[in-house]
């Protein structure tokens, strides 16, 4: 079911000590790392399966500034900064390229949903703009549709997320960062009430600082150190085509698919808007923390009751560091896409712009893409645990901020002056009375 990821050398021997262990080896981690590294800081990333073997090698590759929450903007113009100058800064291809991306709009609605985006994005000066119908026919022609307009960003591009974070973590090791595959960190060590290591399956790792990059474990290993963290997990649906001719080369997003163009000639096809929401234990213990964006968001998900509760209820939520953990049992998620919603996606697509009617599938995978309350990601200190530092709940957001979010950790575990503004980002918005409690 995975996707074919670029494979890439890693370390076999566990340094004693290193200034900072991250933990994930997903594209926030390996940015981090790649950002450490650079400013000449010792750094070890232990992954507990192989390089972007979850959401980093399995979301569409878009890599955008558009559309972005208001709070999340600074951090996706320097993102895109950042991958714009990818290849040459890691020497090695990412698949990057510039080539617009573009929000499909189908009623005076979707108009004026995006107008309202656009003048809350207006001191930024972005590039986005809203086009007319003749203009939409006139980027994307071939569609059998007269759409109502679009929201269309030129300077916003894609990457290949089988290639990006390989890429960037091999750099990284090239730069001195010691990177893990196969490794698993079961927990934190402490002193005098600060960070002082990080316990691995195959020992410790002495460190003044830890990096939490673990996308959707992040809950559950957070948790067994009593620190809550309100993540859930849905399941997206994606495939890839063969070589297509004469296509759009933009990324672009209807209400009922999404397509961007490969650096194979191919194009990744999902259905926009259709999220699984498997309905698990967590569910019921975070009901009123997901509730508000359930209200606004109960169209894109779809609740599924399957075999996902009983697999999480099964999962401990407590271990000591001495013990095999839970993510040594699972070391890749690697659940199985949702064929049906792949189905709608094509017939969708097909009907718009016919000159898909005859693309032929190459693969298809599902990828469960962890997600806050908020939709916005927490890249922040832990108030009460010196030398924690959490960068997750990307929200599906992770690949295309994944540059300027390995930055800002980065930047906050030298102490630097942080590249973009961490305030909307801390952890301790969702801490309930200001103060860390017991995990929910």
Excluded at 7 to 15: M, R, S, V, W, Y
Excluded at 115 to 133: F, I, K
Excluded at 183 to 203: D, F, L, N, Q, Y
Excluded at 395 to 419: K, N, Q
């Amino acid at each position: 079911m995975a996707p074919r990821i670029d494979h890439i050398e890693t370390d076999q021997i566990l340094p004693k000590r290193a200034d900072v262990v991250i933990i994930g080896g997903g594209i926030v981690g390996v940015c981090t790392a790649l950002f450490l590294a650079e400013k000449g800081v010792s750094v070890a990333l232990c992954e507990k399966g192989h390089i972007a073997g979850e959401q980093s090698s399995r979301n569409w590759g878009w890599c955008r500034k558009m559309g972005r929450d208001v709070a999340e903007i600074p951090l996706a113009i320097e993102s895109l900064r950042f991958w714009e100058q990818m290849n040459s800064r890691v020497e090695a291809e990412t698949g990057f390229r510039t080539g617009g991306v573009v929000y499909l709009c189908e009623t005076q609605d979707d108009i004026d949903q995006h107008a309202a985006w656009l003048e809350h994005a207006r001191p930024y000066q972005l590039d986005s703009q809203l086009l007319t119908p003749d203009g939409v026919d006139k980027l994307l022609p071939g569609s059998t549709r007269k759409w109502k307009g679009a929201l269309y960003t030129p300077s916003d591009g894609r990457a290949e997320p089988q290639k990006a974070a390989p890429a960037i973590a091999a750099a990284a090791r090239r730069k001195g960062a010691v990177i893990l595959t196969g490794c698993a960190v079961r927990g934190i060590e402490t002193a005098a009430g600060k960070v002082s290591g990080a316990v691995t399956e195959r020992g410790t790792i002495a460190c003044d600082t830890v990096v939490v990059a673990g996308g959707a474990w992040s809950r559950l290993f957070l948790g067994n150190m009593d620190l809550p963290f309100p993540q859930l997990k849905t399941l997206g649906s994606v495939m890839r085509t063969k070589p297509l001719a004469g296509l759009p080369e933009q990324a672009v997003g209807a209400s009922d698919f999404a397509f961007r163009k490969r650096l194979d000639g191919g194009y990744t096809v999902a259905q926009r808007g259709a999220n699984i929401a498997p309905i698990v234990p967590d569910s019921f213990r975070l009901f009123f923390d997901f509730l508000p964006a359930l209200r606004k968001q109960w169209h894109e998900l779809r609740l599924r009751v399957n075999g996902r509760f009983i697999e999480e209820w099964k999962i401990p939520k407590r271990w000591s560091l001495d013990q095999a953990t839970p993510f040594e049992t699972v070391r890749v998620l690697d659940p199985a896409p949702a064929d049906s919603i792949l189905e709608e996606a094509r017939v969708n697509l097909s009907r718009n712009f016919p000159a898909f009617k005859n693309m032929e599938i190459a693969e298809s995978w599902g990828g469960l893409v962890d997600v806050m309350p908020d939709a916005v990601p927490v890249i922040s200190h832990v108030p009460g645990v010196p030398g924690l530092v959490i960068a997750s709940g990307m929200s599906g957001h992770g690949f295309g901020l994944g540059p300027g979010t390995g930055r800002l950790a980065a930047d906050l575990v030298t102490g630097d002056v942080p590249i973009a503004d961490p305030t909307p980002f801390r952890y301790e918005r969702f801490l309930r009375g200001g103060k860390a409690g017991k995990a929910a």
